[in-house]
T-cell receptor, first 113, second 112 residues
Framework: DADVTQTPRNRITKTGKRIMLECSQT?????MYWYRQDPGLGLRLIYY???????NKGEISDGYSVSRQAQAKFSLSLESAIPNQTALYFC????????????FGPGTRLTVL | GQQLNQSPQSMFIQEGEDVSMNCTSS?????WLWYKQDPGEGPVLLIA?????ELTSNGRLTAQFGITRKDSFLNISASIPSDVGIYFC????????????FGTGTRLQVTL
């Protein structure tokens, strides 16, 4: 079984709809991250959480919110989706410490019409 | 935000050839990571580098942490069709609390 899972894998929605993307991990890591990937732009950090009570904005947090329900679960919400939020979304986890290595989920492809 | 310049953007090579790609930054990094992303999947870690000058291998892959701490290189020897994918460099700027900065990727295509 995969260590980092994301649901759904694909989603098509309409402008203005509320969308939630979910991430679960079995790696026992404290740190979790949400990234967005657009063609030619690499991955950009949306939000990150170092433990259940710690939530931090990343590079591109506007239009997004997150919830860390438990050590193993971190969800990303788009309160009112817009077309330029069409992208690939990845969740990642890490243990923390010097030289921290992040492990990625399989991604969610979101299309906003 | 911080940018990592990755080159080349894409490569089209023949099976059996060696491949080189690099990543440069205007800032010093204290960790360099190289990831590979297959179509429809998330990035998978290939090699992690933690010290300036470090040279690390993983099978046919070799990566180096540049002496200036502002660059890194990834080499793939004797490429095979399953090497196809997008390769990303990523790194941590000191003091940025585990916030990885990613390069824009090198798309590798291998022909028989």
């Amino acid at each position: 079984d995969a260590d980092v899972t994301q649901t759904p894998r694909n989603r098509i929605t309409k402008t203005g709809k509320r969308i939630m993307l979910e991430c679960s991990q079995t790696k026992g890591h404290d740190r979790m991250y949400w990234y967005r990937q657009d063609p030619g732009l690499g991955l950009r950090l949306i939000y990150y959480s170092f433990d259940v009570k710690d939530i931090n904005k990343g590079e591109i947090s506007d239009g997004y919110s997150v919830s860390r329900q438990a050590q193993a679960k971190f969800s990303l919400s788009l309160e009112s989706a817009i077309p330029n939020q069409t992208a690939l979304y990845f969740c990642a986890t890490s243990q923390g410490g010097s030289g921290d290595t992040q492990y990625f989920g399989p991604g969610t492809r979101l299309t906003v019409l | 935000g911080q940018q990592l310049n990755q080159s080349p953007q894409s490569m089209f090579i023949q099976e059996g050839e060696d491949v080189s790609m690099n990543c440069t930054s205007s800032s010093i990094f204290n960790t360099w990571l190289w990831y590979k992303q297959d179509p429809g999947e998330g990035p998978v870690l290939l090699i992690a580098l933690y010290k300036a000058g470090e040279l690390t291998s993983n099978g046919r892959l070799t990566a180096q942490f540049g002496i200036t701490r502002k660059d890194s290189f990834l080499n793939i020897s004797a490429s095979i069709p399953s090497d196809v994918g997008i390769y990303f460099c990523a790194g941590y700027v000191p003091g940025t609390a585990s916030k990885l900065t990613f390069g824009t990727g090198t798309r590798l295509q291998v022909t028989l």
